[in-house]
Each structure stands twice: as structure tokens, then as C-alpha cells.
């Protein structure tokens, strides 16, 4: 089965950065598009970040990445096929970042309607 474990979320300053992690299982890991969502109250879901798959690219180094505009050149996506993990480092963060961060990749979110529990970003003084 596919799981998905979103960790460290916390409490973080204006400007100030958090790395998050995502371990994954259940399916091919490194075949898949990975990407990264966020839902703050009152809000929807939203994807942030993603990147590509095995299956698009033919070496790690050719990995495209593609942000949402609200985040670009503060947050990066990245992978570890190795690890079954992807991470996103998150720079710079304002107020308007503060909600839960999900992992997920984007075949499952759209086909099997599967998510973790996601991880807790809160951006306050």
C-alpha cells in the first residue's frame, strides 16, 4: 500500500527556512513525478513544488523542477530515489506559507485519492 510520512514542519520566524521530508512506500518510487502540496485553513489545496520522474529523464542531473509562482526562488524541491524520499527546503518563509504540507505524487493524488497526514508549517513572531 502506498504511504506517505511528512515530517519537519514546526514554528518558524518570518524569513526564516524549514526543510521538510517526505518518506514514501507502497509503489515505484523513482518512476513517479513527486511534488509537494500545502492547505491553509479556509483554503484549498494547492501544489507548490513537483518534480520529475525516472521515467521523464534519463539521469538524476536532468531532474526538472517546477514551483508554484508564490514560491519560486524561496523553495526547492529535491529527490533521493535511494531514500524513497523527496524534501523541500523552504526559504524566506512569510506569513502566507503557513499551512500543512503534504507530499505526494501526482498520479496518486489525482487517481487514488491517497494522502498522508502532512506536516504543521507555522510562520509567526
Known amino acids: 500500500q502506498v504511504q506517505l510520512v511528512e515530517s519537519g514542519g514546526g514554528l518558524v520566524q518570518p524569513g526564516g527556512s524549514l526543510r521538510l521530508s517526505c518518506a514514501a512506500s507502497?509503489?515505484?518510487?523513482?518512476?513517479?513525478?513527486m511534488a509537494w502540496y500545502r492547505q491553509a485553513p479556509g483554503k484549498e489545496r494547492e501544489l507548490v513544488a513537483q518534480?520529475?520522474?525516472?521515467?521523464?529523464?534519463?539521469?538524476?542531473?536532468?531532474?526538472?523542477?517546477t514551483y508554484a509562482d508564490s514560491v519560486k526562488g524561496r523553495f526547492i524541491i529535491s529527490r533521493d530515489d535511494a531514500r524513497n524520499t523527496v524534501s523541500l527546503q523552504m526559504n524566506s518563509l512569510q506569513l502566507e506559507d503557513a499551512a500543512v504540507y503534504y507530499c505526494?505524487?501526482?498520479?496518486?493524488?489525482?487517481?487514488?485519492?491517497?494522502w498522508g497526514q502532512g506536516t504543521q508549517v507555522t510562520v509567526s513572531s
Open positions: 518534480i520529475t520522474g525516472y521515467t521523464t529523464r534519463t539521469t538524476y542531473a536532468d531532474s526538472r523542477t
Open positions: 505526494n505524487a501526482p498520479y496518486w493524488a489525482t487517481k487514488a485519492n491517497y
Open positions: 507502497g509503489f515505484t518510487f523513482s518512476n513517479y513525478a
